[in-house]
């Protein structure tokens, strides 16, 4: 059974850092489509990030682009977020979703490509 777990969320004051991290489990892909996503009360979920594992390019929102990194440890099967400058309007909850046996298409994909997703891990700026 796959499992998508996020952590690292919380609390920080405008300008500050968080680093995210998404594992997910029980799959033997050797590569994947993967994406950040995150949602506000009330508002659609929107992408962030998008790529596909085994390589390629990396497609990050406009709000995401110099201030937002992507990185993974293939080793551990550790997917990794860090957010740099954060802002007040970054705050939300912080998805991480997986497409297995597919590459990514180009550009940011929708929320209905990809069929698992985590719980969420809530990311809260103050000004």
């Known amino acids: 059974q796959v499992q998508v777990v996020e952590s690292g969320g919380g609390s920080v004051q405008a300008g500050g850092t968080l680093r995210l991290s998404c594992t997910i489990s029980?799959?033997?892909?050797?590569?994947?489509?993967m994406g950040w996503f995150r949602q506000v009360p009330g508002k659609e979920r929107e992408g962030v990030v998008v790529?596909?594992?085994?390589?390629?390019?990396?497609y990050y929102a406009d709000s995401a682009k110099g201030r937002f990194t992507l990185s993974q440890d293939n080793a551990k099967k550790m997917l990794y977020l860090q957010l740099d400058s954060l802002k007040p309007e970054d705050t939300a909850m912080y998805y991480c979703?997986?497409?297995?046996?597919?590459?990514?298409?180009?550009?940011?994909?929708?929320?209905?490509?990809?069929?698992?997703w985590g719980q969420g891990t809530q990311v809260t700026v103050s000004s």
């Open positions: 790529k596909y594992t085994g390589g390629g390019n990396t």
């Open positions: 029980g799959y033997n892909w050797s590569a994947y489509c």
């Open positions: 979703a997986a497409k297995p046996f597919s590459g990514c298409p180009s550009g940011l994909a929708n929320v209905n490509y990809f069929p698992y």
